[in-house]
Protein backbone atom coordinates (compact mmCIF):
# COMPACT_ATOMS: atom_id res chain seq x y z
CA UNK A 1 0.00 0.00 0.00
CA UNK A 2 1.03 3.97 -0.54
CA UNK A 3 2.02 5.09 2.84
CA UNK A 4 2.06 8.88 3.10
CA UNK A 5 3.94 11.47 5.57
CA UNK A 6 3.09 14.54 6.10
CA UNK A 7 4.75 17.32 7.73
CA UNK A 8 5.55 21.28 7.80
CA UNK A 9 1.94 22.45 9.37
CA UNK A 10 2.18 24.58 12.22
CA UNK A 11 0.91 28.41 13.46
CA UNK A 12 1.23 31.77 11.63
CA UNK A 13 0.18 35.17 11.61
CA UNK A 14 -2.15 36.54 8.38
CA UNK A 15 -0.34 37.24 5.65
CA UNK A 16 2.74 34.24 6.50
CA UNK A 17 3.52 31.45 4.67
CA UNK A 18 3.79 27.39 5.22
CA UNK A 19 5.09 24.68 3.22
CA UNK A 20 3.18 21.38 3.28
CA UNK A 21 4.96 18.47 2.19
CA UNK A 22 3.95 14.54 1.80
CA UNK A 23 6.65 11.71 1.28
CA UNK A 24 5.12 8.99 -0.27
CA UNK A 25 6.61 4.90 0.12
CA UNK A 26 6.24 4.78 -3.85
CA UNK A 27 7.22 6.70 -6.54
CA UNK A 28 5.10 9.10 -7.61
CA UNK A 29 5.18 8.01 -10.99
CA UNK A 30 3.28 4.74 -9.82
CA UNK A 31 0.81 7.09 -8.71
CA UNK A 32 -2.44 8.25 -10.81
CA UNK A 33 -3.22 11.26 -8.63
CA UNK A 34 -1.71 13.55 -6.25
CA UNK A 35 -3.48 16.20 -4.07
CA UNK A 36 -4.02 17.97 -0.56
CA UNK A 37 -7.28 18.09 1.23
CA UNK A 38 -8.59 20.55 4.03
CA UNK A 39 -10.94 20.07 6.82
CA UNK A 40 -12.10 22.43 9.50
CA UNK A 41 -14.06 21.96 12.61
CA UNK A 42 -18.07 21.26 11.44
CA UNK A 43 -17.29 21.05 7.65
CA UNK A 44 -16.97 18.90 4.79
CA UNK A 45 -13.34 18.01 3.74
CA UNK A 46 -12.58 19.69 0.72
CA UNK A 47 -9.86 20.07 -2.27
CA UNK A 48 -7.46 22.20 -1.84
CA UNK A 49 -5.26 21.41 -4.97
CA UNK A 50 -4.36 18.63 -6.91
CA UNK A 51 -2.07 17.41 -9.67
CA UNK A 52 -2.08 14.18 -12.01
CA UNK A 53 0.15 12.28 -13.34
CA UNK A 54 0.33 14.21 -16.44
CA UNK A 55 1.26 17.52 -14.86
CA UNK A 56 -2.12 18.55 -14.66
CA UNK A 57 -2.78 20.94 -11.56
CA UNK A 58 -6.16 22.28 -10.44
CA UNK A 59 -6.80 24.73 -7.29
CA UNK A 60 -9.70 25.78 -5.47
CA UNK A 61 -10.92 29.10 -6.15
CA UNK A 62 -10.73 29.63 -2.59
CA UNK A 63 -6.97 29.27 -2.38
CA UNK A 64 -6.36 30.00 -5.91
CA UNK A 65 -3.26 32.58 -6.41
CA UNK A 66 -2.04 31.79 -3.03
CA UNK A 67 -1.19 28.29 -2.89
CA UNK A 68 1.26 25.82 -5.62
CA UNK A 69 0.92 22.25 -5.82
CA UNK A 70 4.12 21.05 -6.82
CA UNK A 71 6.13 17.43 -7.10
CA UNK A 72 9.97 16.59 -6.54
CA UNK A 73 10.14 13.48 -8.40
CA UNK A 74 13.48 12.02 -7.58
CA UNK A 75 12.60 12.50 -3.42
CA UNK A 76 8.68 10.90 -3.73
CA UNK A 77 7.29 13.98 -2.77
CA UNK A 78 4.38 16.39 -3.03
CA UNK A 79 4.50 19.85 -1.54
CA UNK A 80 1.72 22.68 -0.85
CA UNK A 81 3.38 26.02 -0.74
CA UNK A 82 0.93 28.28 1.15
CA UNK A 83 1.42 32.45 0.53
CA UNK A 84 -0.86 34.93 2.19
CA UNK A 85 -2.38 32.41 4.43
CA UNK A 86 -6.22 33.92 5.90
CA UNK A 87 -7.71 33.00 9.07
CA UNK A 88 -10.33 30.79 7.08
CA UNK A 89 -7.85 28.86 5.68
CA UNK A 90 -7.24 27.42 9.39
CA UNK A 91 -7.55 23.42 9.10
CA UNK A 92 -6.05 20.17 9.41
CA UNK A 93 -4.88 19.39 5.78
CA UNK A 94 -4.55 15.75 4.41
CA UNK A 95 -1.82 14.68 1.90
CA UNK A 96 -3.81 12.23 -0.87
CA UNK A 97 -2.61 9.81 -3.23
CA UNK A 98 -5.13 7.82 -5.44
CA UNK A 99 -3.39 4.54 -7.12
CA UNK A 100 -4.67 2.84 -10.29
CA UNK A 101 -4.65 -0.89 -9.95
CA UNK A 102 -6.15 -3.54 -11.28
CA UNK A 103 -8.47 -1.06 -12.87
CA UNK A 104 -9.58 0.01 -9.42
CA UNK A 105 -8.58 3.18 -7.98
CA UNK A 106 -7.56 3.26 -4.44
CA UNK A 107 -7.33 6.19 -1.94
CA UNK A 108 -4.82 6.90 0.57
CA UNK A 109 -4.22 9.24 3.33
CA UNK A 110 -1.56 11.01 5.47
CA UNK A 111 -2.37 11.62 8.75
CA UNK A 112 -2.91 15.17 8.70
CA UNK A 113 -0.85 18.40 9.56
CA UNK A 114 -2.23 21.37 11.70
CA UNK A 115 -2.34 24.69 9.96
CA UNK A 116 -3.61 27.62 12.41
CA UNK A 117 -3.64 31.09 10.92
CA UNK A 118 -4.21 33.68 13.47
CA UNK A 119 -5.80 37.03 12.53
Not at 82 to 92: G, I, Q, R, Y
Request: proline share 2%; charged share 20%.
Amino acid sequence: QVRLVESGGGLVQAGGSLRLSCVASVSIFAINKLGWYRQAPGKQRELVASTTSGGRTNTADSVKGRFTISTDNAKNTLYLQMNNLKPEDTAVYYCYAQQLYNRRLDDFWGQGTQVTVSS
